[in-house]
Nanobody, 122 residues
Framework: VQLQASGGGLVQAGGSLRLSCAASGRTFRRYHMGWFRQTPGKEREFVAGISWSGGSIEYADSVKGRFTISRDNTKNTVYLQMNSLKPEDTAVYYC????????????????WGKGTQVTVSS
């Protein structure tokens, strides 16, 4: 599975962005998907995850109520709608795919895309 994230950019605080992650291959629906983010000097952290069916979703506490993860298995794409953005959301955002039960842990993910930069100005 190859993953390509897009949709990052520069936005003012309070604004919105929607990230997309397109996956290659016919087995996309077999994988749970996740979004992670990393800022310089910090560990990469979990942001949101969604099961293969979309029936199970989890969020980091820091983004609950502001971010929404979704997926379209017919388009092999997972999305991250980010609203009410804050400067502390500035990071490189990565999408990842994992097999088995949905996991919020990085070591539960098998495939990673290249990141997309999100910058939120104050």
């Amino acid at each position: 599975v190859q993953l390509q994230a897009s949709g990052g950019g520069l936005v003012q605080a309070g604004g919105s962005l929607r990230l997309s992650c397109a996956a290659s291959g016919r087995t996309f629906r077999r994988y749970h998907m996740g979004w992670f983010r990393q800022t310089p000097g910090k560990e990469r952290e979990f942001v949101a995850g969604i099961s293969w069916s979309g029936g199970s979703i989890e969020y980091a506490d820091s983004v609950k109520g502001r971010f929404t993860i979704s997926r379209d298995n017919t388009k092999n794409t997972v999305y991250l709608q980010m609203n009410s953005l804050k400067p502390e959301d500035t990071a490189v955002y990565y999408c990842a795919a994992g097999s088995g039960p949905m996991s919020t842990a990085q070591d539960g993910m098998l495939y990673w895309g290249k990141g997309t930069q999100v910058t939120v100005s104050s």
